[in-house]
């Protein structure tokens, strides 16, 4: 398959995303893992099934996604289809880690991923929408000092 016909797909799974119907989503980025395991968006794809799990608040399971590609996908870069990320894969995944810890309020388990997105620092972030800027550790930090208020 080519990179066209991946893409289509990966659209497709985004699609119902949009319309929070997370678990057809999972299903079908689940299928494109197993059809097309060397293909350039495979750590975005286990990417997006944690952030599946995360919209359903099975965090445990989000938690290992997100492990996942930081660990089989450490160098792997963000192929945005929103074209408002930048920068590694694994640095969003630390983000998407500790937000589901303060979810969890297992704030004790945040630490390692807090110090691991430093190392990112300016290069992988997001865009918002009035095209600002924000750095995945910036937003951890936002995340955690609004934990911490409640």
Avoid: W
Wanted: overall charge negative.
């Amino acid at each position: 398959m080519n990179e066209k016909e991946e893409k289509k797909l990966i659209e497709n799974a985004l699609k119902h995303i949009n319309f929070e119907m997370y678990v057809d989503a999972i299903s079908l980025f689940k299928n494109f893992t197993e059809e097309y395991k060397e293909s350039k968006y495979i750590d975005d794809v286990y990417y997006d099934i944690g952030l599946c799990y995360f919209k359903l608040k099975n965090f445990n399971k989000s938690i290992n996604c997100f492990e996942f590609v930081i660990e089989k996908y450490p160098d792997s870069d963000i192929d945005s289809f929103s074209k408002r990320e930048f920068g590694k894969t694994a640095a969003k995944c630390h983000l998407g880690i500790i937000n589901c810890y303060l979810i969890l309020n297992q704030k004790d388990k945040i630490q390692y991923h807090f110090d691991s997105l430093k190392k990112y620092d300016e290069s992988s972030y997001v865009l918002d929408n009035l095209e600002n800027k924000l750095t995945f550790y910036e937003i951890a930090k936002k995340n955690i000092d609004l934990s911490n208020e409640c």
